[in-house]
Structure formats: structure tokens, C-alpha cells
């Protein structure tokens, strides 16, 4: 079993920048493909961006693609979201995940990631 508590969320405005934290429970979280997706109200929840393993592959949504960046340290049981230039439409819950798969692909819908954590929320105004 492994938890997930994300931070760094907050009210920002447009152009504005956050960095979101999510720490894991397990010590052995290099052995999981991780993401971070985001809802917002009335909408389904959806792929953001996943990191591999080790943290040398990564993928990106397009619409946040060359704003968002992931980064981990596995050492610190911690991956980040650096999100720069938000928008109001990036406006939504965060929630990091982490994958159980053992080939430790990057996948970008929820019923391939096996945690989750409670999400933080990110409110950017106009």
C-alpha cells in the first residue's frame, strides 16, 4: 500500500507559478511510474503528465506541454509539478497517482495507476 499527499497548491493569477509536491509513503518508490492529473468541477479527471521510474522518460499532455514540468527524487520519496504560465483553464484538483505496473510504462488513463492521493487544489484567476 502506498499514500500519496500532494501540496503546494494554492489561488494564483494568470502568468502567475506553482509547485506542487507529492511525497509517497514507500521507500522503494523508484519502483513505480508515477503521474499527475487534474479535475475540474463537472469534468472527468485527466492526464497531466507521468515521469518513469528513474525519472529519464517523461510525457506530457498538450496542453500543458512546455510549461509544466515533472521532476522526482527518489531519495525523497517526492515528485514535483513545476507549472509555469498558468492559465484559468488549468484550474482544477491535482492528484498525483503511481502505477503498480511492473513494466513500469507511462500510462495516461486513471484505471492503470493503482494509488492516489487527495489532491490539492489550483485555482489560477483572469
Known amino acids: 500500500q502506498v499514500q500519496l499527499v500532494e501540496s503546494g497548491g494554492g489561488l494564483v493569477q494568470a502568468g502567475d507559478s506553482l509547485r506542487l509536491s507529492c511525497v509517497a509513503s514507500t521507500r522503494t518508490l523508484n519502483k513505480y511510474a508515477m503521474a499527475w492529473f487534474r479535475q475540474a468541477p463537472g469534468k472527468e479527471r485527466v492526464f497531466v503528465v507521468g515521469?518513469?521510474?528513474?525519472?529519464?522518460?517523461?510525457y506530457y499532455s498538450d496542453s500543458v506541454k512546455g510549461r509544466f514540468t515533472i521532476s522526482r527524487d527518489n531519495a525523497k520519496n517526492t515528485v514535483y509539478l513545476q507549472m509555469n504560465s498558468l492559465k484559468p483553464e488549468d484550474t482544477a484538483v491535482y492528484h498525483c497517482?503511481?502505477?503498480?505496473?511492473?513494466?513500469?510504462?507511462?500510462?495516461?488513463?486513471?484505471?492503470?495507476?493503482?494509488?492516489w492521493g487527495q489532491g490539492t487544489q489550483v485555482t489560477v484567476s483572469s
Open positions: 497517482a503511481v502505477t503498480a505496473s511492473r513494466y513500469g510504462n507511462i500510462y495516461t488513463t486513471t484505471d492503470r495507476y493503482d494509488y
Open positions: 515521469i518513469s521510474r528513474s525519472g529519464d522518460s517523461t
